[in-house]
C-alpha cells in the first residue's frame, strides 16, 4: 500500500524553526518528485517546495525562498522540509506529495506548484507559527 505520512508540525513562535519529515512507505522516495504544500484556512493549496527525482533541482515559492530547505534521506525513505525563520502567515496545513520524475523538457519552476504533477498525497500535518 502506497502512503506517505508527514510529521514534525507543532506550535512554534515566530522566529522558531522547524522540520518536517515526509515518509514513505510501499513505494521508494527517490524515484518520484516530492513536493510539500500548504493550505492555510480559508486559502487555496499552494507549492511551497519540491526536489526533483531526475537532477535534483529545488523549487521554492517566493514567500519562502532563503527560509525553508528541502532535502531527501533516500537511505530513510524520507523527505525533509527544514522551515527557519517561520513568520504568522506560514502557519497552515502542511501535506507531501509524490509524483513522477519531470521530463527534460519540463522546469522544476513550472511543474512543481501544479497538483496536477502528483500522483500521491499525505494526510497533512498542522504547522501554527504564533507567540
Known amino acids: 500500500q502506497v502512503q506517505l505520512v508527514e510529521s514534525g508540525g507543532g506550535l512554534v513562535q515566530p522566529g522558531g524553526s522547524l522540520r518536517l519529515s515526509c515518509a514513505a512507505s510501499g513505494f521508494t522516495l527517490d524515484y518520484y518528485t516530492i513536493g510539500w504544500f500548504r493550505q492555510a484556512p480559508g486559502k487555496e493549496r499552494e507549492g511551497v517546495s519540491c526536489i526533483s527525482s531526475s537532477d535534483g533541482s529545488t523549487y521554492y515559492a517566493d514567500s519562502v525562498k532563503g527560509r525553508f530547505t528541502i532535502s531527501r534521506d533516500n537511505t530513510k525513505n524520507t523527505v525533509y522540509l527544514q522551515m527557519n525563520s517561520l513568520k504568522p502567515e506560514d502557519t497552515a496545513v502542511y501535506y507531501c506529495?509524490?509524483?513522477?520524475?519531470?521530463?527534460?523538457?519540463?522546469?522544476?519552476?513550472?511543474?512543481?506548484?501544479?497538483?496536477?504533477?502528483?500522483?500521491?498525497w499525505g494526510q497533512g500535518t498542522q504547522v501554527t507559527v504564533s507567540s
Open positions: 506529495a509524490a509524483g513522477p520524475p519531470f521530463s527534460v523538457f519540463d522546469t522544476v519552476q513550472a511543474m512543481c506548484p501544479k497538483r496536477s504533477s502528483y500522483d500521491y
